[in-house]
């Protein structure tokens, strides 16, 4: 009989350790319904490419891009990196970076599709902000690749009260 409580008191502690077992497997699996597991996955890239605007038609090489892209919130930043708008900008102000958050983001097909519209976007000169500057991307529709990263905003300026397009190509550094 003594044989029998062990056998019986190994099986039960047996059947508790496997028990457990499958609940965290399930887990893992998306089997259990009650419980869901949040990821924060960030991924963050940098491009290189060129820059264009068409009011008035300017370009600038060497443009550097950093996407940051949060899969929990769908959300992307995007920092252009020592750019301009202008040859008068440049000459009078100077490169400077300009960031765009919040740009939406969903996953097509293995590419990264952006869109989005009405972002106040900020300006960053020598590292310090410098507001809002006085724009606001209208619209903006892009796609990353493997290697690409490519890019088109409508630009409102509240300063000269119009819009210029503004577009990115570049390649993944």
Do not use: W
């Not at 040859?87 to 952006?114: H, I, P, R, Y």
């Not at 290697?147 to 905003?153: D, H, K, N, R």
């Amino acid at each position: 009989m003594k044989n029998y409580k062990k056998l019986l008191l190994v099986a039960v502690a047996a059947l508790s350790f496997a028990a457990c077992g499958d609940d965290d497997d399930d887990d893992k699996k998306g089997g259990n319904d009650q419980q869901t597991e949040v990821t924060n996955n960030v991924n963050v890239s940098v491009f290189n490419g060129e820059s264009k605007i068409d009011n008035p038609a300017f370009s600038i090489d060497d443009v550097d891009v950093q996407t940051t892209c949060v899969d929990s919130t769908k959300t992307c930043d995007v920092l252009m990196q020592n750019v301009t708008f202008s040859e008068g900008m440049k000459q009078g102000m100077g490169l400077m970076d300009f960031a765009m958050n919040g740009v939406s983001f969903a996953v097509q097909n293995g590419d990264t599709v952006l869109t989005g519209a009405n972002i106040e976007p900020e300006a960053f000169m020598h590292g310090q902000s410098a507001g809002s500057a006085g724009y606001v991307i209208t619209s903006i529709n892009g796609k990353i690749t493997k290697g690409e990263l490519t890019f088109e905003a409508v630009v409102h300026s509240s300063r000269g009260n119009s819009d210029m397009n503004m577009t990115f190509t570049g390649k993944r550094k």
